[in-house]
């Protein structure tokens, strides 16, 4: 498809925040034959985009074309191999993309952590996207590439897989605007429209077969606190959980239920032994629940959004590359064997990390097609570009390292 289109990749967001730190990104990173293209709403914003990116971008194509504007949208989707998208609310402004893509042939990846959003791409554009070969690819960025290349890789060294807890061990980053948009717009959706709340609480919500799944218990997301024996720390709620556990039984689910039908997947945060790690863990879980019941009323939203980052905003530069994340995945076989995975990366989980993420997703989805899996449709970026991305973020300097956990620990 490469030699036949005009581009490899086009960036469509490239003058917001994270649009711009990917577009910086591929300037660096990319190799030189590499056929790139800026996108956005404003050609004036495009050009000071490029001029800033320095003589790498200089031949770098623009094309100015709104997200409600589908006839723009088509054309841009023609015209390159692969789409990565910063542009959100996915569910607000994200549909005409895939819907352009899913009908052109034109592979994509965005950063939503929008479950609704997912349900819906899923629901309308699977079947045109299979039948043009098109991979659909949510959630290239810390949602949920940690989450779903790190099991994808761990299944692949250990075979079948039981009990699964990805940990987060360490972090530090800012708050993302972009993900509190995304939070503002589920909580209106669910107020508008309050069925929506049993597809949230589903843990299967994303499944390609819900009826097939398997019936394991509970497997509701960690609300409050936990002591690990194993371990040796407290867990406490990860924020992101409802989103990534979703993508990855999804992507369990897409490979025939390869990790296995045991695969009991939940996703938590360490926060230390003691009574000092308790408090933690339960302040955490009561900070979400605070922040969740805040958006939902208007007097306390609105003090919020006075005060919270808005969509498009960022941290300062030093920030970006100096924050981090260390993620551990551990797992059991259903023979009691016990394995991890260490995800680890330098740079702001939600900006300098992801803006790797999502530029080799883009990079993989355009250059890489013959070592891709041999599907189409609506996937997540374990089923459509594997153990090839994995290799790829391994080569940019992160780490996806899989061994047999120490039973003496």
Same mark, same amino acid.
């Given at each position: ?172 980053? &800012?708050?993302? &605007? ?6 503002? &717009? ?18 299967? +919500? ?51 239920? +390869? ?130 991305? +994995? ?19």
């Amino acid at each position: 498809m490469t030699a036949t289109r005009e581009l490899d990749v086009v960036l469509y967001g490239a003058t917001g925040f994270v649009g711009k730190l990917t577009a910086e990104y591929l300037a660096r990173a990319a190799p030189d034959d590499v056929r790139i293209g800026l996108a956005g709403r404003s050609q004036e914003k495009l050009e000071r985009v490029r001029e800033e990116l320095g003589a790498r971008a200089a031949d770098w194509p623009l094309i100015v074309a709104d997200s409600e504007d589908g006839a723009a949208l088509a054309e841009l989707a023609a015209r390159t191999t692969a789409v990565a998208t910063t542009v959100g609310p996915y569910r607000r402004y994200g549909a005409a993309l895939v819907e352009a893509c899913a009908a052109a042939g034109t592979h994509y990846a965005d950063l939503t952590g929008e479950t609704l959003f997912m349900r819906e791409t899923i629901q309308r554009f699977d079947p045109p996207a299979k039948a043009s070969g098109a991979r659909i690819v949510h959630t290239c960025g810390f949602d949920s590439i940690p989450s779903d290349i790190g099991v994808l890789v761990l299944h692949e060294a250990a075979g079948e897989l039981a009990d699964t807890t990805l940990v987060l061990r360490r972090v530090k980053g &800012g708050v993302s &605007g972009g993900t509190l948009a995304s939070m503002k &717009g589920t909580v209106d959706d669910v107020k508008r429209d309050r069925s929506l709340a049993r597809v949230l609480a589903d843990p299967y +919500a994303l499944s390609p077969d819900r009826d097939a799944e398997p019936k394991l218990g509970n497997e509701a997301d960690l609300r409050g606190a936990e002591y690990s024996e194993e371990l040796g720390t407290w867990f406490g709620p990860f924020v992101m959980a409802p989103v990534n556990t979703r993508v990855v039984r999804r992507s369990n689910a897409l490979q025939d239920w +390869a990790y296995g039908r045991r695969f009991r997947y939940r996703e938590v945060m360490a926060f230390g032994s003691g009574v000092t790690g308790r408090a933690k863990a339960l302040g955490v879980g009561g900070g979400m629940a605070a922040l969740a019941a805040g958006l939902a009323l208007p007097p306390s939203r609105f003090a919020l959004d006075r005060v919270l980052p808005g969509p498009g905003a960022g941290p300062k530069e030093e920030l970006v590359r100096e924050g981090f994340f260390v993620i551990e995945i551990h797992a059991r076989t259903p023979a009691d064997e016990r394995w991890v995975c260490r995800v680890e990366a330098q740079g702001d989980p939600g900006y300098g990390a992801t803006r790797v993420m999502l530029g080799q997703s883009a990079l993989c989805l355009a250059l890489d097609g013959d070592r891709l899996p041999e599907r189409a449709g609506v996937l997540t970026p374990a089923t459509a570009m594997g153990s090839v991305l +994995a290799d790829r973020l391994r080569a940019a300097g992160q780490t996806f390292d899989v061994s047999p956990a120490d039973r003496t620990r």
